[in-house]
């Protein structure tokens, strides 16, 4: 029983470290396609902080969920904020900055959660240290897992958005076509590859490298 309550208590941080770091991660590619030009994301409202303007039910909700009761590493997605390439006076750059946005963001706020932690490592141990502890580990590892989750270069993820900069005006019309279908593509990647290789590659990659950062930097 004792067990079944800290996996919840565990799986419920993960959970709600997930949601603020899902909500900056699409801000900020709106804020930067807003900055580079494109108003599309704040005329739809998507400039907040607000959570319920950015939530999918199974993105933001049942899959982070899942992976947490799951004891694996928490991420998912959000409602994708909208924006227009064509208002970029260069799409490509504008493509590659607007895309690295948010995995940048959610590296940014993993520093600020092991900063926090090691500042707190320095005060006499006690119950509220320990906990802020596990919150900032927990909050670490949760945005840089969606970090390099979203860095690997596969539509529509936003590490594709590197694709962009090598490609032939034609070539990158074809590639915004091929982007519409590319969901379905990144969910058998994650869901029916593992089946089939007998192994979780992404759970592998994730671990290799958000997991070995929160491990050095927090010693656990």
Same mark, same amino acid.
């Given at each position: 029983?004792? %067990?079944?309550?800290?996996?919840?208590?565990?799986?419920?941080?993960?959970?709600?470290?997930?949601?603020?770091?899902?909500?900056? $991660?699409?801000?900020? $590619?709106?804020?930067?396609?807003? /900055?580079?030009?494109?108003?599309?994301? /704040?005329?739809?409202?998507?400039?907040?902080?607000?959570? #319920? &303007?950015?939530?999918?039910?199974?993105?933001?909700?049942?899959?982070?969920?899942?992976?947490? #009761?799951?004891?694996?590493?928490?991420?998912?997605?959000?409602?994708?904020?909208?924006?227009?390439?064509?208002?970029?006076?260069?799409?490509? /750059?504008?493509?590659?900055?607007?895309?690295?946005?948010?995995?940048?963001?959610?590296?940014?706020? &993993?520093?600020?959660?092991?900063?926090?932690?090691?500042?707190?490592?320095?005060?006499?141990?006690?119950?509220?240290?320990?906990?802020?502890?596990?919150?900032?580990?927990? !909050?670490?590892?949760?945005?840089?897992?969606?970090? !390099?989750?979203?860095?690997?270069?596969?539509?529509?993820? %936003?590490?594709?958005?590197?694709?962009?900069?090598?490609?032939?005006? =034609?070539?990158?019309? +074809?590639?915004? =076509?091929? +982007?519409?279908?590319? #969901?379905?593509?990144?969910?058998?990647? *994650?869901? *029916?590859?593992?089946? !089939?290789?007998?192994?979780? *590659?992404?759970?592998?990659?994730?671990?290799?490298?958000?997991?070995?950062?929160?491990? #050095?930097?927090?010693?656990?």
């Amino acid at each position: 029983m004792l %067990d079944f309550f800290n996996i919840s208590i565990y799986s419920l941080i993960s959970f709600l470290c997930f949601i603020p770091a899902i909500v900056v $991660h699409e801000v900020s $590619h709106g804020f930067v396609a807003y /900055k580079l030009g494109d108003p599309t994301a /704040k005329s739809k409202g998507r400039l907040t902080l607000n959570p #319920l &303007a950015h939530v999918d039910i199974f993105g933001t909700v049942i899959m982070p969920i899942m992976l947490a #009761l799951a004891g694996g590493p928490v991420f998912g997605y959000a409602k994708p904020v909208p924006y227009n390439p064509m208002y970029f006076k260069n799409i490509r /750059k504008g493509e590659f900055y607007t895309g690295m946005a948010g995995p940048a963001s959610n590296i940014l706020m &993993a520093l600020v959660g092991i900063i926090i932690a090691r500042i707190v490592y320095l005060l006499p141990p006690s119950d509220f240290a320990i906990w802020v502890v596990v919150v900032c580990y927990y !909050f670490s590892m949760v945005n840089l897992c969606l970090a !390099f989750f979203n860095l690997i270069p596969l539509p529509p993820l %936003d590490g594709s958005s590197i694709i962009a900069l090598f490609l032939s005006d =034609r070539a990158l019309r +074809q590639y915004y =076509r091929i +982007q519409r279908f590319a #969901l379905p593509v990144l969910f058998v990647v *994650i869901f *029916i590859v593992p089946y !089939f290789l007998g192994f979780n *590659i992404i759970g592998l990659y994730l671990d290799v490298t958000a997991g070995a950062i929160v491990r #050095l930097a927090f010693g656990f």
